[in-house]
């Protein structure tokens, strides 16, 4: 079935608006956190020195527990349930997101940060009006996100700089593709879940979260300057 027939005729639209605004509040929300808990981190040494000294991997750990058994169990866990995990999450990925501060430039972050912003909001709008079906764009997206990371994990050890940045390059476009996807993909949810649990709209804001935060993170390492 294609995810997208029929988008021009579905007769909810009052309720899709509520829908996707729930999904931008959320996902605002968590990005919200995330800046306030990065801040929190960098204010106390102590614990900045444990993430540094390897204490970073055990959040890593347990961001991607979090975002494996939401993605599984969206349809049987609560709605508080579900807030409860994407806000968890989002104030841990702050904490790991904290330790950029100490090799960028707070100007350079900023300036990758609302490069990010504006690249989301224009491509976020495009998946949301264009009649095109994204579906094959996201297909190959997402088996390009597991090439890059394979090729990611390649070059720690090779440490190729050419490599280092076409793979930043190709992060950016990998995730401007799945950006318009997942946004687009946001109606083929609200379309055939029925009622639309609340709890679809926490997950569609983490997606979305995600794609922007690793979007935001490619950028960074394009247009970052090291201290």
């Not at 605002?28 to 929190?40: H, I, K, P, Y």
Request: with cysteine; glycine share 8%; proline share 2%.
């Amino acid at each position: 079935m294609n995810p997208n027939q029929n988008i021009r005729s579905y007769p909810g639209e009052a309720t899709l608006s509520t829908f996707i605004q729930r999904v931008y509040f959320w996902m605002t929300l968590g990005l919200g956190l995330s800046g306030v808990m990065a801040f929190m981190t960098l204010l106390n040494a102590t614990f900045l020195q444990f993430l540094i000294k390897g204490g970073m991997w055990l959040f890593f750990i347990a961001e991607l527990g979090i975002v494996f058994w939401l993605s599984a169990n969206i349809r049987k866990i609560s709605f508080q349930a579900a807030t409860a995990g994407f806000m968890i999450y989002s104030a841990l990925n702050g904490v790991t997101l904290s330790g950029i501060f100490l090799y960028y430039t707070a100007t350079s972050i900023s300036l990758a940060f609302f490069i990010a912003a504006a690249t989301f909001a224009g491509v976020s709008l495009y998946g949301w009006v264009t009649k095109q079906d994204l579906t094959s764009i996201g297909s190959f997206c997402g088996m390009a996100l597991w090439g890059l990371i394979i090729a990611s994990i390649v070059n720690l050890f090779f440490q190729t700089p050419a490599f280092y940045w076409i793979l930043s390059y190709a992060g950016v476009a990998v995730f401007i593709g799945l950006t318009a996807y997942d946004t687009q993909k946001l109606k083929w949810i609200h379309q055939n879940a029925g009622a639309v649990p609340s709890q679809y709209a926490i997950l569609g804001a983490l997606t979305l979260y995600l794609d922007f935060i690793n979007m935001f993170l490619f950028l960074l390492r394009i247009f970052g300057r090291r201290r």
